[in-house]
């Protein structure tokens, strides 16, 4: 066990080296090629729920999803984590103005919010999911905290990996309680994952 953590650090530690160093003007033209990607889909024409995450500085930005989202009726929800727990649930929100930082700096929903629940929610859904690196068959590397994993491993509507075509690799070291995302969504297209 100890190993494959060795591994994930080591492949965290030089993609988040060269997220940092990637430059801005290229970074914002394949952030804004995901968002132009993402509108398209089919799946989210569709989805009454969409998850999205707030993207911190260097994550892929995702706020034009949620604005789009929002000027068609969509419910929108960002995910409040518990650090004591590594557990999470979104909360809907009406507008982006209402996320704010947490102790950490990452914004998230007023707690007072409605909670999204994809037992009672029964509208199509679909969750955006960030990470660092993914692999062909949709598993990914985050930040090693689980919270993602946790919250997937119950959600049954479209997973979609936000992630950097240069940055999917050919297997990502896992455990078992890792889980896969059905749509890989890229700067240049989407790529079904397969194994969903």
Do not use: W
């Amino acid at each position: 066990m100890n190993s494959i953590r060795k591994v994930k650090d080591e492949i965290r530690a030089d993609y988040s080296a060269r997220r940092a160093a990637m430059d801005p003007a290229e970074k914002k033209r394949r952030d804004d090629a995901i968002c132009r990607a993402a509108i398209s889909l089919v799946s989210f024409r569709y989805a009454e729920y969409v998850l999205l995450y707030a993207s911190t500085e260097n994550e892929i930005q995702v706020r034009d999803i949620a604005i789009e989202a929002l000027n068609r009726g969509k419910k929108i929800a960002f995910p409040r984590c518990d650090k004591e727990t590594h557990t999470m649930q979104y909360h809907i929100v009406s507008s982006l103005d209402e996320l704010a930082p947490d102790n950490y700096g990452i914004l998230e929903p007023p707690a007072e919010n409605p909670i999204y629940d994809p037992e009672k929610d029964l509208g199509s859904a679909i969750c955006f999911v960030p990470g660092l690196v993914y692999d062909k068959a949709g598993y990914r590397l985050g930040y090693g905290k689980g919270f993602y994993d946790r919250y997937l491993s119950h959600f049954s509507g479209c997973t979609l990996g936000v992630v950097y075509s240069d940055y999917i690799l050919p297997v990502v070291p896992r455990g078992r309680f890792d889980v896969s995302v059905n749509i890989l969504l890229t700067e240049k297209g989407v790529k079904m994952t397969g194994e969903n």
